[in-house]
């Protein structure tokens, strides 16, 4: 077993041992900050697969702005919400269900698939991932469109988010 | 090295405890912790597949950004819609705003 293979073992089992107390612990704030573990494995997942930029993106969207966002939700619904009551509804045992037939069903079509096992081929040298992505999300030939797209709804949840927690009195 | 399947395992993982949240949890937040951790399981899906196919196609990593900047968008739209639901209940619990249930 490889170095980079112990790397992925520990990594992958504490984002979901995290992301397992996302879903289960009581107390809000608790479990936004596993989200923020959480998050962290999957920003390493991606060094692992050799998409540096976007695990820096990960850390500083992700943990910076969305899970930053989610305590201060929690804290500014906290009185009634947090403390009273369970945290799983009365059905959660259908929601446990349904979520461990999903991960049957996707084990089961994914390791029906031929490319299952495949390895990763090499870098060739003089690669430059992010010149590529930069040259990718810019170029009219590529992806500029759903570029552009995704600032309009970056706008307009801007505006919409702004609009809907404004307090009119 | 690292086959592939080892990440497309983890993602279907965490997507189904995401989908597990989304269903179980009482609380709206919570279910939007939920939703967050199944856009975590596509992301790495995309930027796996990326690696393992032709790693000069960038549309996996571009497709991320994508989905980076949509889930920035659904958290913000989505937690202004539970403080304003929270201002007029004032409850946050799923079960609980039943307006549009008969």
Redesign the interface.
């Given at each position: 077993m490889?170095g980079?293979?112990v790397i992925?073992l520990i990594v992958?089992a504490v984002?979901?041992i995290a992301?397992?107390l996302?879903?289960t612990v009581k107390d809000?704030v608790h479990?936004?900050l596993w989200?923020v573990a959480?998050?962290f494995g999957?920003a390493i997942?991606?060094t692992?697969?050799?998409?540096g930029?976007?695990a820096v993106?990960?850390v500083v969207?992700?943990i910076g702005?969305?899970a930053i966002?989610?305590i201060?939700?929690?804290m500014?619904?906290r009185r009634?919400?947090?403390d009273t009551?369970?945290?799983?509804?009365q059905?959660?045992w259908?929601?446990?269900l349904?979520?461990?037939l999903?991960?049957a069903g996707?084990?089961y079509l994914?390791?029906s698939w031929s490319?299952?096992?495949?390895?990763?081929?090499g870098?060739?040298s003089g690669?430059d991932?992010i010149n590529?992505?930069g040259?990718?999300?810019t170029s009219p030939l590529?992806?500029v469109l759903?570029?552009e797209v995704?600032?309009v709804?970056?706008l307009?949840?801007?505006v919409?988010?702004?609009y809907?927690?404004f307090?009119k009195k | 090295m690292i086959p592939l399947s080892w990440y497309l395992i983890l993602a279907a993982g965490l997507f189904s405890i995401g989908l597990f949240g989304v269903l179980a949890r009482r609380n709206a937040v919570a279910i939007l912790l939920g939703v967050e951790l199944m856009l975590n399981a596509v992301n790495i899906n995309l930027v796996a597949f990326w690696r393992y196919g032709d790693i000069s196609l960038m549309a996996g990593q571009v497709f991320a950004i994508i989905v980076f900047a949509v889930a920035a968008a659904e958290v913000a739209v989505g937690l202004a819609l539970v403080i304003s639901v929270y201002r007029r209940r004032n409850t946050v619990v799923a079960e609980e705003l039943d307006l549009l249930k008969w």
């Amino acid at each position: 077993m490889t170095g980079e293979q112990v790397i992925f073992l520990i990594v992958g089992a504490v984002t979901l041992i995290a992301a397992l107390l996302v879903v289960t612990v009581k107390d809000l704030v608790h479990a936004a900050l596993w989200l923020v573990a959480t998050l962290f494995g999957v920003a390493i997942i991606y060094t692992l697969l050799n998409a540096g930029f976007l695990a820096v993106v990960q850390v500083v969207v992700y943990i910076g702005a969305i899970a930053i966002l989610f305590i201060f939700a929690v804290m500014l619904t906290r009185r009634q919400a947090a403390d009273t009551g369970a945290a799983l509804n009365q059905n959660w045992w259908a929601g446990a269900l349904m979520a461990v037939l999903t991960f049957a069903g996707l084990a089961y079509l994914l390791q029906s698939w031929s490319g299952f096992s495949k390895q990763a081929a090499g870098i060739p040298s003089g690669f430059d991932a992010i010149n590529q992505l930069g040259g990718a999300l810019t170029s009219p030939l590529g992806y500029v469109l759903p570029f552009e797209v995704a600032s309009v709804l970056l706008l307009a949840a801007l505006v919409g988010a702004v609009y809907l927690a404004f307090n009119k009195k | 090295m690292i086959p592939l399947s080892w990440y497309l395992i983890l993602a279907a993982g965490l997507f189904s405890i995401g989908l597990f949240g989304v269903l179980a949890r009482r609380n709206a937040v919570a279910i939007l912790l939920g939703v967050e951790l199944m856009l975590n399981a596509v992301n790495i899906n995309l930027v796996a597949f990326w690696r393992y196919g032709d790693i000069s196609l960038m549309a996996g990593q571009v497709f991320a950004i994508i989905v980076f900047a949509v889930a920035a968008a659904e958290v913000a739209v989505g937690l202004a819609l539970v403080i304003s639901v929270y201002r007029r209940r004032n409850t946050v619990v799923a079960e609980e705003l039943d307006l549009l249930k008969w």
